[in-house]
């Protein structure tokens, strides 16, 4: 599995960091789009799976959410270590256990999550996870799984009745 060395980095403005050519140049060349992350600032660290995008102006660059800099205590000047890591998960994201258990127990809707573009999976897979009750989750999958057999394309309407 290939994973950088450590390294450090800050902030690059609001919601994103620039990683160092090297590092970066070693998982593009092996077309890996999708990387895990474990970032780490004084006694805390996270993980997290983000895109890997090399920007026209040849920076690479990965997005880093106002809630992950919140979680990891980080602000704007601050240096913290980041490590890459090969994402080898099938989505290029963790998918939830309440989603997984409705689309394994729906073989249409699932079939139908299946053909969709990875972007729309990942859409999908964090608007459920975003849900902290198992329970909500559960209830938002399901309505989803109707939304998709009923052939709505549209990602806005596909957590509302019909």
């Known amino acids: ?3 950088s060395k450590p390294f450090e980095v ?6 994103s960091v620039i990683l160092p050519d ?6 593009h060349e092996k077309n890996h789009k999708r990387i895990k992350v474990q970032a780490t600032f004084q006694e805390k660290q996270i993980e997290f799976q983000a895109a890997l995008k090399k920007e026209k102006t040849g920076l690479f660059r990965i997005y880093f959410s106002r809630g992950k800099q919140k979680e990891l205590g980080v602000f704007i000047n601050d240096y913290f270590e980041l490590q890459l890591f090969e994402d080898t998960s099938k989505y290029g994201v963790e998918l939830s256990e309440e989603l997984e258990a409705v ?4 073989y249409e809707a699932y079939t139908i999550f299946e053909n969709l573009t ?3 999976k990942r859409s999908i897979i964090y608007a459920v996870s975003r849900y902290k009750s198992s329970q909500t989750r559960i ?12 052939g709505i394309s549209d990602q806005r309407l596909w957590f509302k009745k019909h």
């Open 22 to 27: 090297e590092i970066a140049l070693e998982f």
């Open 118 to 120: 990875a972007g729309k």
């Open 1 to 3: 599995m290939l994973k």
């Open 139 to 150: 209830d938002k999958a399901l309505l989803l799984t109707e939304n998709l057999k009923r």
């Open 10 to 15: 800050s902030l690059a403005d609001k919601q």
């Open 103 to 106: 689309l394994l127990s729906d």
